[in-house]
């Protein structure tokens, strides 16, 4: 086992049973290898739920490896930052986005070896990136290139999965500009998905309205919005186009419900409202407009994480084509202030925790 590897490495936490190896930490007399997480003890605690603790260093198993976190990103949704399972001690790990560079590869697997820097999504059952050292599946990591600094990676996975895959697949937006115009509205543009949305967006044939909050109208604009509407005022609640277009494609990302009826008059003869925050109501339009045979379709989307998409991002990142808002960055010691502005706001693009 390799230990001490890596740019990131910091020790947060000590406590008396414990001696520290820079990084990792022994249990005196113990002889097994623990690090520092931070996890919950329970659902539903809030930032004040959160504990700082040490736990055993997670093992890989076949088709996986175990890394060397740096820097974790996560975002303000529920779903995400925590796993949907407890861990068998009982505890709750967090966050489920990292980078960092790879330690020990278990057996079966062949895309990656230790030293290589990643971004990867963890799984969503377990989580457990806010800690020291993180295990991931090879399935869904991609490489990082030097010309993707780790912080920036790190905003990657689970907000550009979402991003890509409802502008590409659920939209129908080709990123080399070959599809026909479209007018799209992007909802929520300064949010995790809302900002990478707007980017991958313009990549293709579009003219793209945008909301946001009054503060971050030019950086919506920067990230390549046509036009930008604030999202309290009168016209930017009804979603009205400033300039009178109707929208083909409205990418509903902002965290909150907005009605049909406010939707509605605001399409194209065949527009379509992919609905990233669908609740009840959303899936029973979805039905009645399938059984009504309108042209208009409100349609209920959730991404299905895939390496081979992660690697697009990572490429397009590369090649300067897209680039994550970095809201603010924390330590790993103090991942609750990021929590709290991550639950509470304010919040633009993607908060960063880091070793
Ligand atoms: N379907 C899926 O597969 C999937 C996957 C992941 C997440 N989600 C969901 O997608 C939604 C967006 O996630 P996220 O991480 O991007 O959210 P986020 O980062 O929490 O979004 C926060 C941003 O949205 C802005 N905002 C809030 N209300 C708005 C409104 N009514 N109109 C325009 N902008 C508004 C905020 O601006 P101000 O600070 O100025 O208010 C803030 O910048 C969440 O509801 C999440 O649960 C869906």
């Given at each position: 086992?390799k230990?001490?590897?890596?740019l990131f490495?910091?020790?947060?936490?000590?406590?008396?049973?414990?001696?520290?190896?820079?990084g990792?930490?022994w249990?005196?007399?113990l002889?097994?290898?623990v690090?520092?997480?931070?996890?919950?003890?329970?659902?539903?605690?809030?930032?004040?739920?959160l504990?700082?603790?040490?736990v055993?260093i997670?093992?890989?198993?076949?088709?996986?490896?175990?890394?060397?976190g740096?820097?974790y990103?996560?975002?303000?949704?529920?779903?995400?930052?925590?796993?949907?399972?407890?861990?068998?001690d009982?505890t709750?790990?967090?966050?489920?986005?990292?980078?960092?560079?790879?330690?020990?590869?278990?057996?079966g697997?062949?895309?990656?070896?230790?030293?290589d820097?990643v971004v990867a999504v963890?799984?969503?059952?377990?989580?457990?990136?806010?800690?020291?050292?993180?295990?991931?599946s090879?399935?869904?990591?991609?490489?990082?290139?030097p010309?993707?600094?780790?912080?920036e990676?790190?905003?990657?996975?689970?907000?550009?999965l979402?991003?890509?895959?409802?502008?590409t697949?659920?939209?129908g937006?080709?990123l080399?500009?070959?599809?026909?115009l479209?007018n799209v509205?992007i909802?929520?543009?300064?949010?995790?998905i809302?900002h990478?949305?707007?980017?991958?967006?313009?990549?293709?044939?579009?003219?793209?309205?945008?909301?946001?909050?009054?503060?971050?109208?030019?950086i919506?604009?920067?990230?390549?919005?046509d036009?930008v509407?604030?999202?309290?005022?009168p016209?930017?609640?009804?979603?009205?186009?400033?300039?009178?277009?109707?929208?083909?494609?409205?990418?509903?990302?902002a965290?909150?419900?907005?009605?049909?009826?406010i939707f509605?008059?605001?399409?194209?003869?065949n527009?379509?409202?992919?609905n990233?925050?669908p609740?009840?109501?959303?899936?029973?339009?979805?039905?009645?407009?399938?059984?009504?045979?309108?042209?208009?379709?409100?349609?209920?989307?959730?991404v299905?994480?895939k390496?081979?998409?992660?690697?697009?991002?990572?490429?397009l990142?590369?090649?300067?084509k897209?680039?994550?808002?970095i809201?603010?960055?924390?330590?790993?010691?103090?991942a609750e202030?990021a929590?709290?502005k991550?639950?509470d706001?304010p919040c633009?693009?993607?908060?960063?925790?880091?070793?």
């Open positions: 086992m230990e001490n590897v890596g490495v910091k020790i947060y936490c000590n406590s008396s049973s414990l001696t520290s190896s820079k990792s930490l249990v005196k007399g002889g097994f290898r690090m520092h997480a931070v996890q919950y003890d329970s659902y539903g605690g809030g930032t004040s739920g504990q700082h603790t040490e055993p997670p093992s890989p198993k076949t088709d996986e490896f175990y890394l060397l740096g820097i990103f996560f975002e303000s949704y529920l779903g995400w930052l925590v796993g949907l399972l407890p861990l068998a009982g709750i790990g967090t966050a489920l986005d990292v980078a960092g560079e790879i330690v020990k590869v278990g057996k697997v062949e895309r990656f070896k230790a030293g820097k963890l799984s969503f059952l377990i989580g457990g990136g806010l800690a020291e050292y993180a295990v991931a090879q399935r869904l990591t991609a490489s990082r290139p010309e993707v600094l780790a912080a990676g790190a905003g990657l996975p689970s907000c550009g979402t991003a890509h895959q409802a502008v697949q659920a939209a937006i080709k080399d500009k070959t599809g026909q479209k509205l909802t929520g543009a300064t949010g995790g809302g990478y949305a707007v980017q991958l967006a313009k990549l293709g044939n579009t003219h793209v309205t945008a909301t946001c909050g009054a503060r971050n109208i030019e919506v604009k920067s990230l390549g919005a036009e509407l604030d999202y309290k005022t016209d930017g609640a009804a979603l009205k186009s400033p300039s009178g277009l109707k929208y083909d494609i409205v990418i509903h990302c965290p909150t419900t907005i009605p049909w009826s509605e008059p605001n399409l194209s003869e527009g379509k409202v992919i990233l925050t609740g009840l109501f959303a899936y029973i339009s979805y039905v009645v407009k399938i059984l009504t045979f309108s042209k208009k379709k409100l349609v209920p989307f959730f299905n994480p390496g081979d998409n992660l690697d697009s991002l990572v490429k990142m590369k090649e300067g897209l680039k994550t808002v809201d603010s960055k924390h330590p790993l010691s103090k202030d929590w709290a991550g639950i706001g633009t693009g993607k908060i960063i925790v880091e070793q």
